[in-house]
Antibody, heavy 121, light 104 residues
Framework: QVTLRESGPALVRPRQTLTLTCTFSGFSLSTSGVYVTWVRQPPGEALEWLSLIYWDDKKYYNTSLETRLTIFKDTSRNQVVLTMTNMDPVDTATYYC?????????????WGQGTVVTVSS | QMTQSPSTLSASVGDRVTITCRASQNVVNWLAWYQQRPGKAPKLLIYQASILETGVPSRFSGGGSGTSFTLTISSLQPEDFATYYCQQYNSFWTFGQGTKVEVK
């Protein structure tokens, strides 16, 4: 059974750096074709794709946020970490990690429950 | 950029419902649909424009290619009242703004 769980601080101060961890089970990020992504959703708004990392360590970032984002994986611990610098109240959102559907597809087939992050002084 | 219409759709149980998603550029058939219920994570319904994800009821169907796509629910069920998102993955990944299906 594939599961993902997000963890991180519920409250972040403006200008601080957010560090989120996605801990997963039921698959390995060392297997060819596997990838994990981060998506966020501000309250009452739409989903926004943030970043993605492949099994071979290839990384992709939302171009509007890439100067603030860093993604990396710890295959031995089954974790993917996302950092976002210079946090602002507009970054208040639920942050999700998800697994990509293996094969000729870029869809996300299994999601974590999400973690709520509030940016406030 | 992905544009969904309508933003809100009012319907009754048993109705046939169609949601449209338009891409600003050709995404071929690299398009997915997700369902999101309040307070829950999104759920993958359809990928590659028309392939039903395992376990998803057959009343859901997807169509289209290039820049115009549809999600159809053939007979709306009570559990289908939710928000639906399209997502392209031809060039990076982009979601539409969502379509809320509400009770008429």
């Amino acid at each position: 059974q594939v599961t993902l769980r997000e963890s991180g601080p519920a409250l972040v101060r403006p200008r601080q750096t957010l560090t989120l961890t996605c801990t997963f089970s039921g698959f390995s990020l060392s297997t060819s074709g596997v990838y994990v992504t981060w998506v966020r959703q501000p309250p009452g708004e739409a989903l926004e794709w943030l970043s993605l990392i492949y099994w071979d360590d290839k990384k992709y970032y939302n171009t509007s946020l890439e100067t603030r984002l860093t993604i990396f994986k710890d295959t031995s611990r089954n974790q993917v970490v996302l950092t976002m610098t210079n946090m602002d109240p507009v970054d208040t959102a639920t942050y999700y990690c998800a697994r990509g559907k293996v094969g000729p597809s870029g869809a996300f087939d299994t999601w974590g429950q999400g973690t709520v992050v509030t940016v406030s002084s | 950029q992905m544009t969904q219409s309508p933003s809100t759709l009012s319907a009754s149980v048993g109705d046939r419902v169609t949601i449209t998603c338009r891409a600003s550029q050709n995404v071929v058939n690299w398009l997915a649909w997700y369902q999101q219920r309040p307070g829950k994570a999104p759920k993958l319904l359809i990928y590659q424009a028309s392939i039903l994800e395992t376990g998803v009821p057959s009343r859901f169907s997807g169509g289209g290619s290039g820049t115009s796509f549809t999600l159809t629910i053939s007979s709306l069920q009570p559990e289908d009242f939710a928000t639906y998102y399209c997502q392209q993955y031809n060039s990076f990944w982009t979601f539409g703004q969502g379509t809320k299906v509400e009770v008429k």
